[in-house]
C-alpha cells in the first residue's frame, strides 16, 4: 500500500500568513494527488485534484503543486475561514490513501 | 443538484451488524462508481469499499475485508453497506463520496460527499 505523510500534524498561524502544508508518498503516484479541507462536523470539501488543478469555487489563495512522492498545499494569505483540517489523497493505486491530516489552528 | 443522503447509523454491540443507505439524487446514479469513506472519532478519513455503476466490481479496505459488504440498487438510487461482525475500531462516521465523473477517470477522487452518519460499536 502507498503511505502518504503529511507534514506539519499541527500548524498555528495568523490571519494574512503564507501557509504550506507537506504530503510525501511512500512511492511514485504522478499527479494523482488530491488536497481537502475538512470543517468540525462537516464532510470534507475537494480543493485540489490533480495536484495543481483548483476545484470550481474554490478561491484562488489555495493552490497546489508537486509529482511523484512530494506535493504541497499553499494558502497564500490565510483568511478567518480557513481554520480547519487538511488532508491530502493519493488516488492512483488500489489503496487510495489519505494522509493522516494538518490542523490549521489561529495563533 | 447532487445530494447523497446518509442512513442507518446508531449504536451496535461487537460482533453485531448494521446497514447503511446512502440515497442519492440530482445525476445519473448507475453512471457512478461509489465508494464509503469512514472517520473515526478525531481521527482522519479511511477509505473503506468501493463499487461500479453496474455493481459488478467492488473492492474493500483490508481492515473490512470479509466483515463488510458494498451493494447498490440502481433502481432505487441508493447505495448500501452491510456490515457484519462489527468491532470496536469500526466506531466512525461513514460518509458516501461520488467522483467528479462517469467516464473511469480519477474515479476515487471524491468530489460530492454525504453529510455522514455515526457508527458507534459498544456494549
Known amino acids: 500500500d502507498i503511505q502518504m505523510t503529511q507534514s506539519p500534524s499541527t500548524l498555528s498561524a495568523s490571519v494574512g500568513d503564507r501557509v504550506t502544508i507537506t504530503c510525501r508518498a511512500s512511492?511514485?503516484?504522478?499527479?494523482?494527488l488530491a488536497w481537502y479541507q475538512q470543517k468540525p462536523g462537516k464532510a470534507p470539501k475537494l480543493l485540489i485534484y490533480k495536484a495543481s488543478g483548483l476545484e470550481s469555487g474554490v478561491p484562488s489563495r489555495f493552490s497546489g503543486s508537486g509529482s511523484g512522492t512530494e506535493f504541497t498545499l499553499t494558502i497564500s494569505s490565510l483568511q478567518p475561514d480557513d481554520f480547519a483540517t487538511y488532508y491530502c489523497?493519493?488516488?492512483?493505486?488500489?489503496?487510495?490513501?489519505f494522509g493522516q491530516g494538518t490542523e490549521v489552528e489561529i495563533k | 443538484e447532487v445530494q447523497l443522503l446518509e442512513s442507518g447509523g446508531g449504536l451496535a454491540q461487537p460482533g453485531g451488524s448494521l446497514r447503511l443507505s446512502c440515497a442519492a439524487s440530482g445525476f445519473t446514479f448507475s453512471s457512478y462508481t461509489m465508494t464509503w469513506v469512514r472517520q473515526a472519532p478525531g481521527k482522519g478519513l479511511e477509505w473503506v469499499s468501493a463499487?461500479?455503476?453496474?455493481?459488478?466490481?467492488?473492492s474493500y479496505a483490508d481492515s473490512v475485508k470479509g466483515r463488510f459488504t458494498i451493494s447498490r440498487d440502481n433502481s432505487k438510487n441508493t447505495l448500501y453497506l452491510q456490515m457484519n461482525s462489527l468491532r470496536a475500531e469500526d466506531t466512525a462516521v461513514y460518509y458516501c463520496a461520488r467522483p467528479p465523473r462517469a467516464d473511469g477517470s480519477e474515479t476515487y477522487l471524491f468530489e460530492y460527499w454525504g453529510q455522514g452518519t455515526l457508527v458507534t460499536v459498544s456494549s
Open positions: 512511492q511514485s503516484i504522478s499527479s494523482w
Open positions: 489523497q493519493q488516488y492512483n493505486s488500489y489503496s487510495r490513501t
Open positions: 463499487i461500479s455503476g453496474s455493481g459488478g466490481s467492488t
